[in-house]
């Protein structure tokens, strides 16, 4: 009787239940960096027990339906960004058919459209920084909220902006690469991590800086 054989399982499809170390320290880091943002929602919380009136003047002057567009914008990209994701799962770096046709897109078209959506919303919270502080006369040097929303804000908007320069080298890499493997995918994924906790960390500053009273 001869016995079974077996057929080893290719060295790339077992790498895939291998926890990915690129990932796993993107996930620590992303952990050091909610408590950088811990400590921000700690600073407002702090001077806005203290300053209770400054905090009822001042937020009078945020335009909520424009940040609110903005929101959406941003949220809008991380969804795209999943997408591309999921492309690069399928080791689909580029489009497979006209650019209308969003099915058959591949990881970089749906990161490009990631990157534009990115850059929409940092260049509308540039006009809204300039916009309080000519017509608001709300810098961050005018009082104690000036400083804590532009630090806060601002501080987010420097990580879109690192996020917006990880899809461009994720981008570029995939144009460069003769062959579109697991090294590649797993990048796209990992930036995708970022971005994910980019867009959920303004959620949740929107909420707190424009609705919460």
Same mark, same amino acid.
């Given at each position: 009787?001869?016995?079974?054989?077996?057929?080893?399982?290719p060295?790339?499809?077992?790498?895939?239940?291998?926890?990915?170390?690129?990932?796993?320290? !993107?996930? /620590?880091?992303? @952990?050091?960096?909610?408590?950088?943002? %811990?400590?921000? &929602? #700690?600073?407002?919380? +702090?001077?806005?027990?203290?300053?209770?009136?400054?905090?009822?003047?001042?937020?009078?002057?945020?335009?909520?339906?424009?940040?609110?567009?903005?929101?959406a914008?941003?949220?809008?990209?991380s969804?795209?960004?999943?997408?591309?994701?999921?492309?690069?799962?399928?080791?689909?770096?580029?489009?497979?058919?006209?650019?209308?046709?969003?099915?058959?897109?591949?990881?970089?078209?749906?990161?490009?459209? !990631?990157? /534009?959506?990115? @850059?929409?919303?940092v260049?509308?919270? %540039?006009?809204? &920084? #300039?916009?309080?502080? +000519?017509?608001?006369?709300?810098?961050?040097?005018?009082?104690?909220?000036?400083?804590?929303?532009?630090?806060t804000?601002?501080?987010?908007?420097?990580?879109?902006?690192?996020?917006?320069?990880?899809?461009?080298?994720?981008?570029?890499?995939a144009?460069?690469?003769?062959?579109?493997?697991?090294?590649?995918?797993?990048?796209?994924?990992?930036?995708?991590?970022?971005?994910?906790?980019?867009?959920?960390?303004?959620?949740?500053?929107? @909420?707190?800086?424009?609705?919460?009273?």
């Amino acid at each position: 009787m001869t016995s079974a054989t077996h057929t080893p399982a290719p060295a790339a499809q077992a790498t895939l239940n291998r926890p990915n170390m690129v990932s796993v320290g !993107t996930m /620590v880091w992303l @952990a050091s960096e909610l408590m950088f943002f %811990a400590g921000l &929602f #700690a600073m407002y919380f +702090s001077l806005r027990a203290a300053l209770p009136h400054e905090w009822a003047t001042e937020s009078a002057k945020l335009n909520v339906l424009f940040a609110s567009i903005n929101t959406a914008i941003l949220v809008s990209s991380s969804f795209t960004a999943q997408f591309g994701v999921w492309r690069a799962e399928e080791m689909k770096p580029r489009r497979s058919g006209p650019i209308y046709a969003l099915r058959q897109w591949g990881m970089i078209e749906w990161f490009y459209l !990631t990157f /534009v959506l990115g @850059a929409i919303f940092v260049g509308v919270q %540039a006009y809204e &920084f #300039a916009t309080l502080v +000519s017509h608001e006369d709300l810098a961050i040097s005018t009082n104690g909220y000036g400083s804590v929303f532009y630090i806060t804000t601002g501080f987010h908007g420097l990580h879109v902006v690192g996020g917006l320069i990880a899809f461009l080298l994720i981008i570029g890499r995939a144009n460069l690469a003769k062959r579109f493997g697991q090294f590649e995918a797993t990048a796209a994924i990992v930036v995708s991590y970022y971005w994910h906790f980019v867009d959920v960390v303004w959620i949740a500053l929107f @909420a707190i800086i424009y609705f919460l009273k």
